[in-house]
C-alpha cells in the first residue's frame, strides 16, 4: 500500500487539527489534507470524496473520540454501515486513556489502531511504518 495521498483529520478542536496538519505537512506523507469538526461532517466528507476509488479518496483517518454533534464512536458504527470502497480505509482513533468498557466497545467497531492524544511525529511515522509500508496489505 502506498503512503496515504489523502488523509482526513476528525476533531472538534481547531487547534489539534492545526497542530496535526502541521505534523503532516512536516512529514511530507500526504498530498491532501481535509479537516471535519465531528462525525457527521466527516461522513459527508467521506460521502463527497469516496464515490469512487480515485485521490481523492481518503486512505487515513484521525479520530477523535469525544465530540460534539456526533462522536467517533458513532461516526465508526455508521461508517460500518456504508457500502464498501475499493481500498481499507485505515481510521486510527486519537484518544484519551479510555475505561474498559469503552475499549470493549471500541474493538468490536472498524477501528484500525487506538492511539493516545496527541498525535506525534513518531506516532505518524509508527502508523505509516505499520500500515502503509512497502508489502504491506492493501
Do not use: W
Not at 472538534?12 to 500526504?30: F, G, I, S
Not at 469503552?102 to 506516532?123: A, F, G, S, W, Y
Amino acid at each position: 500500500m502506498p503512503t496515504p495521498t489523502f488523509t482526513l483529520l476528525v476533531d472538534d478542536d481547531q487547534t489539534t487539527n492545526y497542530l496535526n496538519q502541521r505534523t503532516l505537512e512536516k512529514l511530507a506523507v500526504t498530498d491532501k489534507v481535509l479537516v471535519a469538526r465531528n462525525g457527521q461532517q466527516a461522513l459527508e466528507q467521506l460521502a463527497a470524496h469516496s464515490q469512487h476509488t480515485t485521490p481523492d479518496c481518503p486512505a487515513l483517518i484521525f479520530l477523535d473520540m469525544n465530540m460534539p454533534v456526533m462522536s467517533g464512536l458513532e461516526f465508526l458504527e455508521a461508517y460500518q454501515q456504508l457500502p464498501r470502497i475499493g481500498h481499507a480505509i485505515i481510521i486510527v482513533m486519537l484518544t484519551t486513556p479510555l475505561l474498559p468498557e469503552k475499549m470493549r466497545r471500541l474493538r468490536q467497531l472498524p477501528v484500525t489502531d487506538i492511539l493516545n492524544k496527541p498525535l506525534t511525529v513518531e506516532k505518524v511515522a509508527g502508523v505509516l511504518k505499520t500500515y502503509f509500508a512497502p508489502g504491506q496489505p492493501g
